[in-house]
């Protein structure tokens, strides 16, 4: 390890959640992917925002590879890889993780062991399943390995990710080296899919376009005539589906071809007050006001 490295390594960090997290874009996220992947429980909720407790926190990046919006900042974990081999250690690595190691050339897992821990195997199963989804060949396992092996460094891991990065300096905060968070999204390794599925129940949307303004993989786009989502950014964050008051989203995990729904606005006139309104559904005769009044005097009594 040369000494710009050894200076790397040696600089005071610690991991924390950014405000990039769904939590503190919306009190109503119910996002528990860091906390639910921490073994630690290092990671707590305080007023309904998750903060690391350093003095729990083991550094070992769980949280990073699970966080769908790429909200937790902090060195990524060391991953021995010999060539296009992964070398299998006691715990798997993310779903997310591999699937990216393997769109960078990582086709192959060696076990030192042949007896697998269950761990492993439903690990194996699970990711195999994903890549025959991606119409992908299913990742070989080796018992043998033919070269020296060597263990990646942070600096090599953070090239790893992005390959043609800009200078490791140019990525420095003061006494801190800030992980480049975003290209964990699968989006950037295989374009021609999407992970997830939006489905809109267009007769409970009110086109209050709350969806669209705090999505930030840009899943959402209105115009005067049309709704257009699409899934093919969608990391699962939950976010618009919390937040939609009328519960007029579902985000369900669906490896499926990249594609766009476009939902129809209509222009419709209100059968109650008469007024002009726009609606994503073709059979809707009331505007959301006077739809929400019957609604809550039913509800008053």
Known sequence: MGLFDRWMESLDYEFQILKTCSRYQSPFSSCTKCLDSCEMNAIVLKDGKPIIQPNQ?????????????????????????IEHVFIAEEKPPSIKEMLGYYQTGVTSVYFHNKELSEEWKRFLK???SKLAQLNEEALMIQFELQKQEEKMTRREVFSFWKKGAATTVRQMAPAKWRFNHQNLEL??????????????????????????????????HFSETELTISAKTCTGCM??????????????????????????LYQKKCSSCHAAFTSASHVEEECVRCKKMKQYGSFLG
């Open 239 to 264: 976010l618009c589906a919390d937040i939609c008051q009328e519960k007029a989203i579902t985000i369900t995990d669906n490896i499926q071809r990249a594609s766009t729904r476009i939902h129809h």
């Open 57 to 81: 926190c083991t550094e070992c990046g769980d949280c990073i590879a699970e966080c769908p919006v790429q909200a937790v900042e902090g060195f990524y974990p060391k991953r021995r890889i």
């Open 187 to 220: 989006a950037h390794y295989f374009k021609e899919y999407q992970f997830k599925e939006i489905e809109l129940d267009e007769s409970k949307c009110t086109l209050c376009k709350a969806c669209e303004m705090l999505c930030r993989k840009n899943c959402f």
């Open 126 to 128: 699970e990711i195999n």
